[in-house]
């Protein structure tokens, strides 16, 4: 039995455990427990596509596997957090909800916006294993890359002392904006850079290195504030430095 094929999909089925435990925590509003457990799992699946190249057993049964465990760690837990977040009754604005009164339960329609975005990241996944276009770049925003812009919103919230990160977040219109953009994002037509390296000069990969220098001094200097920032820095620079 060769045990060395098998150690890229035990790293995928590590990423579909944290996203498991994760969609626990965030049913239970436990946001900031599940957004540790995504950020996990999304470790987990950097991690099994460079231990596939790196011991050469790629396959399409992995590719298959990845993409059914990043469906629920950057799939469904990030449209149950969007889900609790339009759940709030703290938002900055009112907006007028339906609902819905089925025998003593009442069914209010808003939250379940945020469930499109569970709906776009299953769709950009299918169409991802099958566009042979996406091996060395991204056309569109990468699943656990929108994941991770949702899953600081809840962080910003617990950590964070700004009042206008803080009043946004808990704006239902900001969030249902964020919602639509970012489900809109994953499936557009855009082509995104991968932070894959053949070489490391600089000449070859001046807007990755550049990426990772602002990112780290952003991270540095924001904490939390700093990750959504940075999923929009890397959309910036995929589309207007893509030539440098």
Known sequence: MNIRKHIPNLLTLLNLLSGTIATIYAVNNDLVTAAYFVFLGIFFDFFDGFAARLLKVGGEFG???D?????VTSGVVPGIVLYQLLTSDKSQLSIKN???TWGDSNFETLPYIGLLFTLAAAYRLAKFN???RQTSSFIGLPT???SIFVMSLPLVLAFSSNELARNLIENHWFLIGITLLLTYLMNADIPLFALKFKNY?????K???VFI??????VIGLQFIAIPLVILLYILFSIFFKEL
Request: proline share 3%.
């Open 98 to 100: 339906i609902d819905i």
């Open 201 to 205: 000069s600089w000449k070859n990969n």
């Open 130 to 132: 099958i566009d042979e």
């Open 213 to 218: 220098i602002l990112t780290i001094a952003l």
């Open 207 to 209: 807007v990755k290195f």
């Open 63 to 65: 590719k298959q596997l």
């Open 67 to 71: 993409s059914l465990a990043d469906v």
């Open 144 to 146: 656990p890359a929108a």
